[in-house]
């Protein structure tokens, strides 16, 4: 069965850091991976997605992410972290053999520090 | 372009009593979810439907939940009858086959 561990509950950044949000799955063919944004009192919004092809992927506000087989690995990155990047992330896996149904990670909250 | 569209956006109502939540999937979307999320589990999937039909109801919680999904462009998850522990925020996300699932702003429950 596939799976997706987020393992940092939570994060705090400061404005202008660099962010790095960690993502780890098990899936038993190629995955399909991606990032989701929630901010309070909203539904998920898609970030970035990775089906195939480069490795290294770029989606929204800045935000990219590197798939790495060998270590199972989908992390979320971002050089330059904005105030307005406070929320919480989602990383997720699909079965797209199972009409798209996609396995969620516990998400990540993100605090950024002025 | 419209969204996935659920209503009402705010629900308060008394435990025994029915609660309707509805969805409007984006046009040409033919897979629909139902999640539910809390402080406390997260975000869990309740049912799915591909082309109308449900495919996986493992995540209802009880026989007290039910989803229905009578054309491709609308769908209802009903408690009957509610309980204070089904307070949460559920939402609805719809998707073409193979794609991201696009999700609306939800609706969030208060059962007093």
């Known amino acids: 069965a596939q799976s997706v561990t987020q393992p940092d509950i939570h994060i705090t950044v400061s404005e202008g850091a660099s962010l790095e949000l960690r993502c780890n799955y098990s899936?038993?063919?190629?995955?399909?991976l991606f990032w989701y944004v929630q901010s309070p009192g909203q539904g998920l919004q898609l970030l970035l997605k990775?089906?195939?092809?480069?490795?290294l992927v770029q989606g929204i506000k800045g935000f990219e992410a590197e798939f790495k087989r060998s270590q199972s690995s989908f992390n979320l990155r971002k050089p330059s972290v904005h105030w307005s990047d406070a929320a919480e992330y989602f990383c997720?896996?699909?079965?797209?053999?199972?009409?798209?149904?996609?396995?969620f990670g516990d998400g990540t909250t993100l605090t950024v520090k002025p | 372009d419209a969204g996935v569209i659920q209503s009402p956006r705010h629900e308060v109502t008394e435990m025994g009593q029915e609660v309707t939540l509805r969805c409007k999937p984006i046009?040409?979307?033919?897979?629909l979810f139902w999640y539910r999320q809390t402080m406390m589990r997260g975000l869990e999937l309740l049912i799915y439907?591909?082309?109308?039909?449900?495919?996986?109801d493992s995540g209802m919680p009880e026989d007290r939940f039910s989803a229905k999904m009578p054309n491709a462009s609308f769908s209802t998850l009903k408690i009957q009858p509610s309980e204070p522990r089904d307070s949460a925020v559920y939402f609805c996300?719809?998707?073409?086959?193979?794609?991201?699932?696009?999700f609306g702003d939800g609706t969030r429950l208060s059962i007093l």
């Open positions: 899936y038993g063919a190629t995955p399909y």
């Open positions: 990775y089906f195939s092809g480069d490795t």
């Open positions: 997720a896996v699909a079965d797209l053999t199972n009409a798209g149904k996609s396995t």
């Open positions: 439907f591909n082309n109308n039909v449900p495919i996986d």
């Open positions: 996300a719809s998707s073409p086959q193979g794609q991201p699932q696009h």
């Open positions: 046009s040409g979307h033919n897979s």
